[in-house]
């Protein structure tokens, strides 16, 4: 009895022992995948924004008290069309006293040129003879005194009277300089009317600015005022998207910079219209990066025509294509090996394991192409416990590596995500 369980025990171990040679024999099963060639593609996905080209905030340049509000939100409105009136009665009485001023300063110009220059040239003429007349006299009473007829007293008053005359007819002669075309009061009447047509042209562009008009072909996006309301310059009342190609504005992480170019195809969705799909085009790439968020500015062009349903500030998602390879060679990004500098894969051939060197091409989050190192039919290795070369492996199409999804193919149209 003792002799049978004991060789019952015996052959048991035999068997087991077996087993396990058997199995050593054949190796662990490991996760693997079939390179096969296929079609890549990487794609960035990020947020951005709608936005017109060129936005303006209008304001008033004058303090008032709004008359009338001309514009709603979401109006379109054409070049010069009036957005607002302020009341204007203490601008109409300052214009009517400025041209009132202009008139009177124009008034006294002509009166100089006309009447005023008539009556100085008559009082020079009667000068002139009053003048001559005591020019005479003078003669006369020297003539007289020099006979003895006429005392001396007489000559010093005749004297005096010619040289009254003269200073009276030199007075007369300046008069009539000064009222010349270029004389002195002609320039002072001159400069005054232009100083009241200036005060006209101010009063003028203060009533003007009662007036705010729409500086470009726009839409109204926001108004912050209403009738009654007191306004102040530099105060924002009306913001405009000014009327021209919309643009979606997107920041991307710099990490990615090297991925985007001019022209590039993106999808586009915008969040409130997630069935309606449009494309677009990168347009433009900052030059310059933002410090503060590490990121660069992209805008994008949407093609024509674009959905109507397009706003200033709407949230977009865009995907834009950085890169495809229409017939690559791909392995899993998880099958890949070593560092940046020196990649490798390892490769189930003929039931061991064997390390290759690989040189890499487009790499997206889920795929990378091989350039050089693998064909077509290889079994590529995945996962972080695969044996080390020269072991033993049953390679696994069917298995995939806890945490990954996925089939055994690496041939998949793969994409480079970026969180919103």
Same mark, same amino acid.
């Given at each position: 009895?003792?002799?049978?369980? @004991?060789?019952?025990?015996?052959?048991a171990?035999?068997?087991?022992?077996?087993?396990?040679?058997?199995?050593?024999? &054949?190796?662990?099963?490991?996760?693997?995948? *079939?390179?096969?060639?296929?079609?890549l $593609?990487?794609?960035?996905?990020?947020? !951005?924004?709608?936005?017109?080209?060129?936005?303006?905030?209008v304001?008033?340049?004058?303090?008032?008290?709004?008359?009338? $509000?001309?514009?709603?939100e979401?109006?379109?409105? &054409?070049?010069?069309?009036?957005?607002?009136?302020?009341?204007?009665?203490?601008? #109409?009485?300052?214009?009517?006293?400025?041209? =009132?001023?202009e008139?009177?300063?124009?008034? +006294?110009?002509?009166?100089?040129?006309?009447?005023?220059?008539?009556?100085?040239?008559?009082?020079?003429?009667?000068?002139?003879? *009053?003048? @001559?007349?005591?020019?005479?006299?003078?003669?006369?009473?020297?003539?007289?005194?020099? #006979?003895?007829?006429?005392?001396?007293?007489?000559?010093?008053?005749?004297?005096?009277?010619?040289?009254v005359?003269?200073?009276?007819?030199?007075?007369?002669?300046?008069?009539?300089?000064?009222?010349?075309?270029?004389?002195?009061? *002609?320039?002072?009447?001159?400069?005054?009317? =232009?100083?009241?047509?200036?005060?006209? %042209?101010?009063?003028?562009?203060?009533?003007?600015?009662?007036?705010?008009?729409?500086?470009?072909?726009a839409?109204?996006? @926001? +108004?912050?005022?209403?009738?009654?309301?007191?306004?102040?310059?530099?105060r924002?009342?009306?913001s405009?998207?000014?009327?021209?190609?919309l643009?979606?504005?997107?920041q991307?992480?710099?990490?990615?910079?090297?991925?985007?170019?001019? !022209?590039?195809?993106?999808?586009?969705?915008?969040d409130?219209f997630? !069935?309606?799909?449009?494309?677009a085009r990168?347009?433009?790439?900052?030059?310059l $990066?933002?410090?503060?968020? /590490?990121?660069?500015?992209v805008?994008? %062009?949407?093609?024509?025509?674009?959905?109507?349903?397009?706003r200033?500030?709407?949230?977009?998602?865009?995907?834009?294509?950085?890169a #495809? &390879?229409?017939?690559?060679?791909?392995v899993? *990004?998880?099958?890949?090996? /070593?560092?940046?500098?020196?990649?490798?894969? @390892?490769?189930?051939?003929?039931?061991r394991?064997?390390q290759?060197?690989?040189?890499? /091409?487009l790499?997206?989050?889920?795929?990378?192409?091989?350039?050089?190192?693998?064909?077509?039919g290889?079994?590529?290795?995945?996962?972080?416990?695969v044996?080390?070369?020269?072991?033993?492996?049953?390679?696994?199409?069917?298995?995939?590596?806890?945490?990954?999804? !996925? %089939?055994?193919?690496?041939?998949a149209?793969?994409?480079n995500?970026m969180?919103?």
């Amino acid at each position: 009895m003792k002799a049978r369980v @004991l060789f019952g025990l015996v052959a048991a171990g035999l068997v087991i022992a077996s087993a396990g040679i058997w199995l050593w024999q &054949r190796g662990s099963v490991v996760p693997a995948a *079939v390179v096969s060639t296929a079609p890549l $593609v990487r794609t960035l996905q990020f947020s !951005g924004r709608v936005a017109t080209s060129s936005r303006v905030d209008v304001g008033s340049t004058v303090t008032g008290r709004v008359a009338q $509000v001309m514009a709603a939100e979401g109006k379109a409105v &054409r070049q010069g069309e009036v957005l607002l009136r302020l009341e204007t009665d203490e601008q #109409r009485a300052a214009l009517d006293q400025a041209r =009132a001023g202009e008139r009177q300063a124009a008034a +006294r110009l002509a009166g100089l040129r006309s009447t005023g220059r008539s009556a100085a040239q008559a009082v020079a003429a009667q000068s002139d003879s *009053v003048l @001559l007349a005591a020019e005479a006299e003078l003669q006369r009473t020297q003539d007289l005194v020099a #006979r003895g007829f006429l005392s001396p007293a007489r000559l010093d008053e005749a004297k005096r009277a010619a040289n009254v005359a003269r200073a009276q007819q030199a007075g007369a002669q300046a008069q009539v300089a000064a009222i010349s075309d270029r004389g002195s009061e *002609v320039a002072q009447a001159e400069a005054q009317l =232009a100083l009241a047509r200036a005060a006209t %042209t101010a009063a003028q562009a203060r009533l003007d600015q009662s007036v705010i008009e729409s500086p470009a072909d726009a839409r109204v996006l @926001l +108004r912050s005022v209403e009738p009654g309301q007191i306004v102040q310059p530099g105060r924002a009342l009306f913001s405009l998207a000014l009327a021209g190609p919309l643009q979606l504005v997107a920041q991307v992480d710099e990490r990615y910079l090297q991925q985007l170019q001019v !022209g590039q195809t993106a999808s586009v969705l915008a969040d409130a219209f997630a !069935g309606q799909r449009f494309m677009a085009r990168v347009a433009s790439i900052a030059p310059l $990066v933002d410090a503060q968020r /590490g990121a660069v500015e992209v805008k994008l %062009t949407p093609a024509l025509p674009h959905p109507d349903f397009l706003r200033e500030d709407m949230t977009l998602s865009i995907e834009v294509e950085t890169a #495809r &390879r229409a017939n690559a060679l791909v392995v899993p *990004v998880d099958a890949l090996r /070593g560092d940046g500098a020196a990649p490798a894969v @390892l490769v189930a051939r003929d039931g061991r394991v064997e390390q290759r060197a690989v040189r890499l /091409g487009l790499r997206t989050l889920q795929a990378v192409e091989v350039l050089e190192g693998l064909a077509a039919g290889d079994l590529v290795l995945l996962g972080s416990t695969v044996p080390e070369p020269g072991a033993r492996v049953r390679p696994d199409t069917e298995a995939r590596p806890a945490g990954r999804a !996925g %089939t055994g193919s690496a041939g998949a149209a793969m994409t480079n995500a970026m969180g919103r």
